[in-house]
Nanobody, 125 residues
Framework: QVQLVESGGGLVQAGGSLRLSCAAS????????MGWFRQAPGKEREFVAT????????YYADSVKGRFTISRDKVKDTVYLEMNSLEPEDTAVYYC??????????????????WGQGTQVTVSS
């Protein structure tokens, strides 16, 4: 069984930066994609970024391209999300997610079997 634990959320001013971490424990060798989704109040959960275990497949939502960077430490079984040039529209609960196989529909939250508890990111204007 695999568990995902996020950390690193907080309050930041617009234009600032935050780094989120997601540590996986358990049978981590079974994981394929590890990534991030977010959910703002009153909105559906949306895809942010994801990366394959080999780090060869990396995908971003258009809204965060050029501002966010996802990385993965295979030794530590941890995935990071470096968020720069944050905007108030980035305010949401950010969730780490993982699955155990390649899927072409990696933007679909239903394709991820494992989820963290979420961490709040608030960007003030």
């Amino acid at each position: 069984q695999v568990q995902l634990v996020e950390s690193g959320g907080g309050l930041v001013q617009a234009g600032g930066s935050l780094r989120l971490s997601c540590a996986a424990s358990g049978r981590t060798d079974s994981l394929y994609f590890m990534g991030w989704f977010r959910q703002a109040p009153g909105k559906e959960r949306e895809f942010v970024a994801t990366m394959s275990r080999s780090v060869l497949r990396v995908y971003y939502a258009d809204s965060v391209k050029g501002r966010f960077t996802i990385s993965r430490d295979k030794v530590k079984d941890t995935v990071y999300l470096e968020m720069n040039s944050l905007e108030p529209e980035d305010t949401a609960v950010y969730y780490c997610a993982a699955n155990t196989r390649y899927v072409s529909t990696y933007k679909n939250a239903l394709q991820y079997e494992l989820w963290g508890q979420g961490t709040q990111v608030t960007v003030s204007s």
